[in-house]
């Protein structure tokens, strides 16, 4: 049963996947620009959803992580000259130190606790941001366009900001979460992950040491979530703090709940979703913001599994 | 150490004053957050809108009366009485269908906020307006000069704090709001009306939120963005304070408006901020019941 | 017709920018230009439908929401009536214009999106209209990938300073560098030699900081304190203890809504024997200024890059740009008089979208495929001349920076308006280029 569950959604994924490498050849300039764009957002929410969807645990500070490896790998390349590939290691790394730092004193706590702990976490953050803006440039953020070297692919010279180069690396970066995630899921480590989501005093007494499960997770999403933040800085060429912001951190929890939170393959649905919802609601109305709040409400009141979740209760027994 | 007291004296001395300002005012939106937190067991991330549309209908009063001491009377009464209406619709309609469930409030309080801003910058327009202070007067220090309407501010705050204590002993209401944080299932089967008891919290906690709002709003002016910042601060406030803890809800303001305030004048603000929300931070990881109050879990 | 050949005689006295031409040429266009708009209105509606060309299509990056929304209410109606005002004149090169606004909710990452979707789903001709530094450097990248001419009026220091691209252009306002510089000397001379500077701890108040201290040396003045205030806070008494005894004048700058708090503090805590006062605008724009509580203000100093209040000093272009839109003459709103300009900054849309017509109409511009010869012509400009394209003033360009220098005012707080006391010359701000943009591929 498993087993086939797993080549089941592996083909859905595998499926939408495709039809997202496709797209690529179809797509107008400006949506093929926005899908590049979405893919890198997905692949944060996929990350955030690590931990709110397997572990239940709701953070308020993620724009951290992803702030975090945006700036080591912006700045690695500014001030130390490194290559592209040097700057996500370094934004990986950095973030992976990060997030075990902060997954040793926040998940001490949990519940409403552990998410006001994130939401402080994530502000002093972004002010330490601020606060060294001789070396950060503060509030302004940089551009990195003049920094970055040109990506050779078969004795050609492209740009990373290259629409092409952009669309698919884009590509490679959800599909590599998509399918670490739905492995992670299938095996046994993801088993426990979702017990602990469930009942977590049972899980302790079963012998688990829930901790250790916890800050797995959370280390695996925060240092995600950072590689999709380095990732963004070098297809997307700008650093800045509105990437540490609160909002930035409110962001991947909509896209979660909307897509269907400890469903793989919501969080791109809701990512998507959203994107294009802000956007066609900006060109009728300024206020997409209250579009986007009453859309909050009405989900948590009439739809709280999400688009995905929904699906999988009614149909996709099988969907991870 | 006399001439550090010489040299620095006049700074501590601002401090402290600002400080106490601070801490009262602080106490006064943090006290409804913390209420709400206590008897409903729920963050509302929206309360800082709760300030900011006080602050906004003080600005309307202001301007249908035309006259700084009837316009702040009648925002006074009215402000946090349609705030309080506003808090009642918000429980009806979305915070008892979600079943007050501790994750689903704090995103449907997200989305109030923005729902919140978004129609606020409709109607009153994305300026920052001022208000005049119905009374106002200048005290002069030997060093320095000091705003007497601040000070009445501070004053009507310690009143809006103690009429909250009186409420919640003398008062059958108050009687049922302790019946209820200290246990629904009790409450209820001693026949507390838990339903209209959340309502009535939710809306007391916004009134004070927007009592608040109206006593600030003529030293600083009203503007839609300005609910993030008390906010983050009442947060610290309550958790430092033990969330649910009058007592320690008010010390923690104390604690936070003079340390805020000395940290400021003799190091960087931005460094002070950074700070408190670290602490904060810490105190949460560390005590989670906070520095007073029962544990929370 | 008659209004092409004015259009002649304004370019032809585009090559000598001495003053006394620009002014005479600026009156002379500015008067023929409101007879011309009244009359020639009909003629013009025909020749360009005559023309019968496509309209040129601007994406308008608008901070509709956001922090910047005070500001950005005034650059839509500036950019509206400016747009009225050259389709009624006959549009750009013939081409009528449109406008195509989107808004950034005043967030650098909406901003590069905004940018995207104007050049690529609108498909404008170029993209204009930015305010905030913060969105300029988040939305500047993605307009070089594109390869879109953008141009910005946001008075911050960036396009100058070599931090953007080739595409990027800012031919209509100041930047602050330019303004510190311009008339920080004036106070030095006038009001007092050891300076306090109050400043919001971010990019825009650095500038301050650093441009101010260095005007200090060249005038032989003495920055004694320099006090950051973060941009969230809302209450500043205690920031004021740090100010030094021995201060002659309170340099002030602050953005956002706090502005009125300082102001009211400043005084509470001063009361009647209080240090000059010398601020920027910026604190006051869309402020009125007897509001309550600023009457502290009174017999203060202010820069201003155009005066709020209208006077008899003004010039025809800059009385028929004040009308047009629908700013009355103490700076407010024609239809509400509580709603008070950003006029400090707003002109630099309606100037900039002139900037545009006249590199379009000499470059010959037709389509996207002209953008580099549009781009070497607007680098080939020195200035531009007083009138009615040009309502501030007569200024300055440098191809090599992509910035403008154009003359500054200083007005003293009295009778609850601002009057000038000083006009600065251009030359006043100008400094060493410290970047070439010429020199990067196109």
Excluded at chain 1, 28 to 47: D, E, Q, R
Excluded at chain 2, 93 to 104: A, C, G, Q, T, V
Aim: hydrophobic residues 50%; neutral net charge; aromatic residues 12%.
């Amino acid at each position: 049963m498993r087993k086939k569950s797993l080549i089941y959604s592996l083909l859905f994924q595998g499926g939408i996947l495709l039809l997202l490498f496709i797209l690529q050849f179809i797509l107008p300039t400006y949506h093929h620009s926005s899908v590049s764009k979405i893919m890198v957002l997905a692949s944060y929410a996929v990350a955030y959803n690590f931990l709110l969807g397997y572990t239940g645990l709701m953070s308020l500070g993620h724009a951290m992580f992803f702030a975090a490896g945006m700036y080591a790998a912006g700045l690695g390349i500014y001030y130390l000259e490194l290559s592209a590939l040097g700057a996500l290691l370094f934004g990986a790394a950095f973030t992976l130190v990060i997030s075990l730092l902060f997954g040793l004193f926040a998940l001490r706590t949990s519940g409403v606790s552990f998410l006001i702990v994130t939401l402080m976490f994530g502000q002093t953050f972004y002010l330490s941001i601020l606060y060294f803006n001789e070396f950060t440039f503060g509030q302004d953020g940089f551009s990195l366009a003049k920094h970055l070297g040109k990506l050779v692919i078969f004795n050609k010279e492209y740009l990373y900001s290259n629409p092409d180069v952009r669309y698919n690396f884009a590509l490679i970066l959800l599909t590599a979460y998509l399918l670490i995630s739905t492995l992670i899921m299938f095996s046994p480590v993801g088993r426990i992950l979702i017990a602990i989501r469930e009942n977590e005093s049972r899980t302790q007494l079963l012998g688990y040491n829930v901790y250790y499960y916890k800050l797995f997770a959370l280390v695996l999403s925060g240092t995600f979530s950072g590689i999709a933040g380095a990732m963004h800085a070098l297809l997307f060429t700008y650093v800045g703090t509105t990437f540490a912001e609160i909002h930035h951190s409110i962001s991947p929890i909509l896209w979660t709940l909307l897509g269907g939170a400890g469903t793989v393959i919501g969080p791109l649905f809701g990512t998507g979703i959203m994107y294009y919802l802000v956007d066609i609601i900006s060109g009728i109305t300024s206020n997409y913001q209250l579009v986007v709040g009453a859309v909050l409400i009405l989900m948590i009141i009439w739809f709280p599994m999400g688009i995905m979740g929904t699906l999988r209760q009614k149909w996709m027994k099988w969907l991870p | 150490m006399s001439s550090w007291i010489n040299e620095n004296g006049p700074l501590l001395f601002l401090a402290l004053l600002d400080g106490t300002v601070t801490a009262f005012v602080l106490a006064l939106i943090a006290l409804g957050l913390s209420l709400v937190f206590g008897v409903m067991r729920i963050v509302n991330i929206a309360h800082g809108e709760f300030f900011m549309l006080g602050a906004v209908f003080s600005w309307f009063a202001f301007d249908l009366t035309d006259d700084p001491l009837w316009g702040f009377l009648l925002a006074l009464v009215l402000a946090p009485a349609l705030v309080g209406g506003i808090a009642v619709f918000s429980d009806r309609f979305i915070l008892r269908k979600i079943k007050y469930h501790p994750e689903s409030t704090i995103v449907a309080t997200i989305g109030l906020l923005y729902v919140i801003q978004s129609l606020t910058l409709i109607v009153f327009g994305p300026e920052a307006r001022a208000v005049e202070a119905p009374l106002y007067f200048r005290i002069q220090f030997p060093w320095f000069g000091y705003s007497g309407y601040k000070l009445i501010v501070a004053g009507m705050s310690a009143l809006g704090l103690l009429g909250v204590w009186l409420l919640m002993i003398r008062s059958k209401l108050g009687l049922y709001m302790r019946a209820t944080q200290q246990d629904l299932e009790i409450a209820k089967t001693y026949g507390v009306p838990t339903k209209k008891i959340y309502a009535a919290v939710f809306a007391l906690g916004g009134g004070l939120a927007a009592l608040a709002g109206v006593l600030v709003v003529p030293i600083r002016q009203a503007d839609h963005l300005m609910g993030l910042e008390p906010l983050l601060l009442s947060f610290i406030v309550v958790i430092i304070g033990g969330l649910g803890s009058i007592r320690g809800t008010i010390v923690a303001a104390f604690i936070i408006g003079i340390s805020d305030g000395i940290i400021s004048v003799f190091y960087e603000p931005t460094l002070a901020k950074m700070l408190a929300t670290l602490f904060v931070a810490m105190v949460l990881v560390l005590k989670p019941s906070g520095l007073y109050g029962e544990e929370v879990a | 017709m008659v209004k092409k050949d004015l259009e002649k005689v304004d370019q032809a006295s585009e090559l000598n920018l001495s003053r006394r031409n620009v002014l005479g040429a600026g009156a002379l266009v500015a008067g023929a230009g409101i007879i011309g708009s009244q009359m020639i209105d009909p003629i013009a509606g025909i020749a360009h439908a005559a023309g019968s060309d496509a309209p040129i299509k601007i994406g308008f990056q608008a901070h509709r929401t956001g922090i910047g929304a005070l500001y950005g209410r005034w650059y839509e109606r500036t950019t509206n009536a400016a747009v009225k005002h050259i389709n009624s004149i006959g549009g750009i090169a013939g081409r009528p214009v449109e406008i195509i606004t989107e808004d950034d909710g005043t967030d650098p990452k909406r901003g590069a999106d905004v940018v995207e979707k104007l050049a690529t789903q609108h498909k404008v001709d170029f993209v204009f209209g930015t305010l905030f530094s913060h969105v300029v450097m988040g939305s500047a990248p993605r307009a070089g990938e594109l390869k879109i001419p953008y141009f910005v009026v946001s008075e911050g220091y960036h396009v100058a300073s070599g931090a953007l691209n080739r595409y990027v252009f800012q031919p209509c306002i100041t930047d602050v560098r330019a303004q510190i510089s311009a008339v920080s000397g004036w106070m030095f001379n006038n009001l007092g030699k050891n300076v306090t500077i109050i400043y919001p701890d971010y990019a825009f108040g650095y500038n301050h900081r650093d441009y101010a201290s260095a005007a200090a040396e060249k005038h032989g003045g003495k920055i004694v304190a320099k006090i950051a205030i973060p941009p969230t806070e809302s209450s500043y008494t205690r920031y004021f203890v740090k100010i030094p005894k021995n201060t002659d004048v309170i340099y002030h700058v602050m953005v956002g809504p706090g502005v009125l708090t300082f102001v009211r503090e400043l005084g509470e805590h001063f009361g009647p024997n209080h240090p000059q006062l010398f601020g920027f605008i910026d604190s006051l724009e869309g402020v009125n200024i007897s509001s309550p509580g600023l009457d502290f203000l009174d017999g203060s100093h202010f820069w201003e890059a155009m005066p709020r209040y209208a006077s008899a000093a003004d010039s025809a272009g800059s009385r028929f740009y004040r009308n047009a839109v629908g700013v009355d003459n103490s700076g407010a709103s024609k239809s509400d008089s509580k709603d008070i300009a950003a006029y400090s900054h707003m002109f630099g849309c309606w100037e900039t979208l002139f900037a545009i017509k006249e590199a379009v109409e000499q470059s010959g511009y037709k389509s996207k495929k002209d953008y580099a010869t549009l781009i070497e012509t607007m680098e080939g400009f020195t200035g531009f001349n007083e009138g009615i394209a040009h309502p501030q003033g007569a200024k300055a360009f440098s191809g090599k920076t992509h910035q403008c220098y154009g003359q500054q005012f200083v007005s003293k707080v009295g009778n609850g308006k601002l009057n000038v006391v000083h006009k600065t010359s251009i030359a006043d701000g100008m400094y060493e280029p410290e970047t070439d943009y010429t020199k990067q591929s196109l």
